[in-house]
């Protein structure tokens, strides 16, 4: 079964809007991570939460991390059309892989 | 640029036949992942190997396998290919065995086609 499933399937916004992407998760987690993936190409890594931190920032990306309700939410303020792309959220344990769930397309239009 | 290396970029092969996919990992991580992703499944943990052990299973059907090399290169092996094989491959390297407990670097994919 998939670990860590993102809410919405699919996200369309105007540039400048802010996008929120959500994922849950079933078990007890290390840390979780986000990833994006650009139309057909590698995952580039964005950013990891720690289970024992609540919030993170780097640049645009906001994440937050609840894990007493095992969820996490992904923030991007002020998106822009490069920001077109999917977005993955993978559990992140010791000794075990990475493990991806669906992803949330994101589509930002000018 | 991940580091890692991934060839070939896209193979078409025939139903039937056997394909190696190649993955090179970045400079200094030991462990190295397989993944596959088709539009139905998602991303699907394949296979890990660390240090040229294999060390967890994921999806990874009985026609597939796989090894890590001395030099840590890697290869993926499909065999007796089904059209449902089609799908992207990526493989993603970290630096040590304790899974992903930072970033995972992920190469660019080799596009397979099975026709």
């Known amino acids: 079964s998939q670990q860590g499933e993102e809410d919405p399937q699919a996200l369309s916004i105007q540039e400048g809007e802010n996008a929120t992407m959500n994922c849950s998760y079933k078990?007890?987690?290390?840390?979780l991570q986000w990833y994006r993936q650009n139309s057909g190409r590698g995952l580039v890594h964005l950013i990891l939460?720690?289970?024992?931190?609540r919030e993170k920032h780097s640049g645009r990306l906001r994440v937050t991390l609840d894990t007493s309700k095992k969820s996490s939410s992904l923030l991007i303020t002020a998106s822009r059309a490069a920001d077109t792309a999917s977005y993955f959220c993978?559990?992140?344990?010791?000794?075990?892989?990475?493990?991806f769930g669906k992803g949330t397309t994101l589509s930002v239009s000018s | 640029d991940s580091g890692v290396t991934q060839t070939p970029k896209h193979l078409i092969t025939a139903t039937g036949q056997r394909v190696t996919l190649r993955c090179s990992p970045r400079?200094?991580?030991?462990?190295v992942y397989w993944y596959q992703q088709s539009l139905d499944q998602g991303l699907q943990f394949l296979i890990h190997?660390?240090?040229?052990?294999?060390?967890a299973k994921g999806n990874i059907l009985e026609r597939f396998s796989a090894q890590q090399f001395p030099d840590l290169h890697s290869e993926l092996n499909l065999s007796s290919l089904e059209l449902g094989d089609s799908a992207l491959y990526f493989c993603?390297?970290?630096?040590?065995?304790?899974?992903?407990?930072?970033?995972?670097?992920f190469g660019q994919g080799t596009r397979l086609t099975v026709v």
């Open positions: 993603a390297s970290s630096v040590g065995d304790r899974g992903f407990s930072t970033e995972a670097f």
């Open positions: 078990t007890s987690i290390n840390n």
């Open positions: 939460i720690r289970s024992n931190e």
């Open positions: 993978a559990k992140g344990q010791a000794g075990t892989a990475l493990i």
């Open positions: 400079s200094g991580d030991l462990s």
């Open positions: 190997y660390y240090n040229g052990e294999e060390r």
